[in-house]
């Protein structure tokens, strides 16, 4: 398929990758807003600096805090204003931003999290998604393992332990009908998940040429769910595979001078973002035929 990829601006650090859908949330959620950040790292205990316009035009700023080390991933809920965040600390919090009738500037919104010790990541959480009824959300980690929670009481429902044969898990992404789970690990594997009988059904091999990435990366489908895309760590070039049979297609250079850190596909058409350790961002579309 014919792609075209646009640089589309440079960093004079690394970009926060976690960041990413918050700013891509909020930009979408707010009328006429602005996203934007206060400083490039965060203080251990904060979660997050927003600064945005309302549909009066007045600044609206909040600051989001309770975590004790760096966060690392966040998750809006998909129908409910829930802010969900993992950390360096292990844990989980639970966000409610709706108090949109507070003025002033920093307001700490109450948080949630859960308060049974065997339910807690024992590593780094790495990332949170949310299935698209916001019934459930899935979480992994560093500790190698992948935990599924009840969308209302917070409570663990089930946890894949050494779901990629105890490497870190890197990320987590529900299929839209909720029925499965794709992971992507640091041993280089991408496995999509059977949640009613916790079973893994495919395994997507052939990325990463030493078998065992350095740093993480990210499994996503595409927007018609028919094919897996993941970043090769090596190579700086995408793998995808056919979603139902796991036969991998040719890969496409995606033009970085570093490893990727971040891929997010558009939900509704075929292009996709990447970013890099080379201070770029690119972004990637196809082009559809002139008549």
């Known amino acids: 398929e014919a792609q ?51 549909s009066d035009g007045h600044p609206v700023i909040r600051t989001l805090y309770d975590h004790l080390e760096e966060v690392t ?56 998604k949310y ?35 105890g490497a870190e898990v890197c990320s987590v992404r529900f299929t839209r009908n909720g029925k499965y789970l794709l992971s992507s690990g640091k041993d280089s594997l991408i496995k999509l998940w059977e949640l009613s009988t916790s079973r893994c059904l495919i395994a997507y091999t052939g990325a990463g040429t030493t078998g065992k990435q350095e740093h993480r990366a990210q499994a996503v489908f595409n927007h018609t769910e028919d094919y897996v895309l993941f970043p090769d760590e090596a190579t700086t070039s995408l793998c995808a595979w056919n979603s139902r049979n796991a036969s991998r297609k040719q890969l496409l250079s995606l033009g970085h001078n570093g490893p990727v ?31």
């Open 261 to 291: 850190r971040l891929i997010v596909h558009s939900p509704t058409a075929p292009a996709f973002l990447t970013c890099s350790d080379d201070f770029r961002a690119r972004f990637w579309f196809r082009r559809m035929p002139m008549h």
């Open 4 to 54: 075209h990829s646009v640089a589309v601006g440079g960093h004079t650090s690394p970009p926060r990758y976690s960041l990413t859908a918050v700013y891509r949330e909020l930009t979408r959620r707010a009328t006429d807003g602005v996203a934007g950040g206060r400083g490039n790292k965060p203080q251990h205990n904060e979660l997050l600096y927003v600064h945005f316009k309302d």
């Open 73 to 128: 991933c966040l998750e809006f809920h998909p129908r409910e204003p829930i802010l969900v965040s993992g950390s360096r600390d292990f844990t989980i919090k639970l966000f409610d931003y709706s108090k949109t009738s507070v003025k002033k500037a920093f307001r700490t919104i109450t948080c949630f999290v859960c308060s049974i010790p065997s339910h807690q990541h024992t590593g780094v959480v790495t990332s949170l």
């Open 131 to 165: 299935s698209l009824d916001g019934k459930v959300y899935a979480s992994s980690s560093r500790d190698g393992s992948i935990k599924l929670w009840d969308g209302i009481s917070n409570r663990c429902v089930n946890t894949f332990h050494k779901a990629h044969d």
